[in-house]
């Protein structure tokens, strides 16, 4: 018998569950995912810049690790730490809200 992929596993799963633990899934999976695609922002920035990992936290009075988490995707990024990053890329941060899609 073939291995399942991680597709078919999901789809498993959530053909398995409730309403109600459908919609905490989408939740927590929109999290997640806003997580990494601003984590991505922060890694291009830094590496735009020419910094490393190391100097982005000098800059920002926190450590190595702290960034490494937030451009991982590991942490959900406050906007003081989103603002602190921004300065110390040198950089304006935006919010923007739209229409769901």
Do not use: N
Request: aromatic residues 2%; glycine residues 6%.
């Amino acid at each position: 018998m073939a291995r399942k992929t991680i597709e078919e596993l999901k789809a498993t799963r959530l053909g398995s569950m409730s309403a109600a633990e459908r919609a905490e899934f989408d939740d927590e999976y929109a999290a997640a995912k806003l997580a990494l695609e601003v984590g991505e922002k922060i890694r291009d920035a830094r590496e735009a810049a020419g910094l490393s990992q190391r100097e982005l936290a000098a800059r920002m009075s926190t450590s190595q690790a702290a960034v490494a988490r937030l451009e991982a995707g590991g942490v959900g990024a406050t906007l003081t730490t989103l603002q602190k990053v921004a300065a110390a890329l040198d950089l304006t941060l935006t919010v923007d809200l739209a229409p769901a899609v």
